[in-house]
């Protein structure tokens, strides 16, 4: 009787950690040692990393055909993740989710995808690397020994926090958020899109935001210590640590407290803020 209880109740429970979609037509769950490395090569399927407390790896596809169904392998600690060979049409549709445990750290996390979306809640992995064509990628918190590397075509960009010795990322007409970035360094760029990046504090090394039509944010504690360089064609500079407004034309140095690396931001039509 007990374990009929303890069973039912588990059931009960994992129905509200597991997705509640619809055409749910693989399910499948993996040792946490044969997912060092998590590889995802998809089209139009759409991708959402969540978190909960386990001991292993849980994939589920959702999909209203089969046939598009993506490819699912394991090779070398590696879980890898394809699209189907089939076309997609706009009636088609395929969710991926996949199941993380919290504080799970993977060797290397690949996603490319050509219009699918990425959202993921936690992702912590030694080398972190998401591309997409008109797919937008959020990542609520990322972690990383070593880079973060993330461009897109059209799509946006939005990193809620992220922890780690270097970032990179570009778009050429989508939006770039970061908040709460620690990084040795950093490089991020953007064509006709707008940059914002909230630093927790200063980079160790010379970094640039650079856009080209659009306009820049950083966000920084007044009391750190760095050096600012402000590079513009056209627009207008606002420092709300110095209260500064003024042309952003040419090229200005500030410096803040005892100076530090450079940041340099740079911007060929858009206005520059400095908060």
């Not at 590889?39 to 790896?57: C, D, H, S, W």
Request: hydrophobic share 35%.
């Amino acid at each position: 009787m007990k374990k009929t209880f303890l069973l039912t109740a588990l059931l009960f429970l994992s129905s509200f950690v597991f997705a509640e979609q619809s055409n749910l037509i693989f399910r499948e769950s993996y040792r946490l040692a044969d997912v060092q490395n998590l590889i995802l090569a998809l089209n139009a399927e759409n991708v959402e990393i969540k978190n909960f407390r386990g001991y292993k790896v849980t994939v589920e596809t959702y999909s209203n055909n089969f046939t598009k169904s993506p490819v699912i392998k394991r090779a070398n600690k590696s879980l890898i993740i394809e699209h189907s060979k089939e076309h997609f049409y706009k009636a088609d549709y395929c969710n991926i989710v996949i199941y993380i445990p919290f504080d799970f750290q993977m060797n290397s996390f690949d996603y490319i995808a050509d219009s699918g979306n990425l959202t993921a809640n936690e992702l912590w992995a030694d080398r972190l690397s998401a591309k997409s064509n008109t797919g937008s990628i959020s990542i609520n918190s990322a972690t990383s020994k070593n880079t973060l590397s993330i461009a897109t075509t059209k799509g946006q960009v939005k990193i809620g926090k992220f922890l780690g010795e270097y970032f990179e990322a570009s778009s050429e007409s989508g939006s770039i958020s970061m908040n709460m970035v620690k990084a040795d360094f950093f490089n991020a760029s953007a064509g006709s899109g707008n940059i914002y990046v909230e630093l927790r504090e200063p980079p160790a090394a010379s970094s640039q935001l650079k856009t080209t039509r659009g306009n820049i944010t950083l966000e920084v504690d007044a009391n750190e210590n760095f050096t600012l360089q402000v590079l513009s064609n056209s627009g207008t500079f606002r420092d709300n640590i110095k209260d500064i407004r003024r042309s952003a034309r040419g090229e200005n140095i500030y410096k803040y407290n005892e100076g530090g690396p450079i940041i340099t931001l740079q911007s060929s039509s858009g206005d520059i803020y400095l908060e």
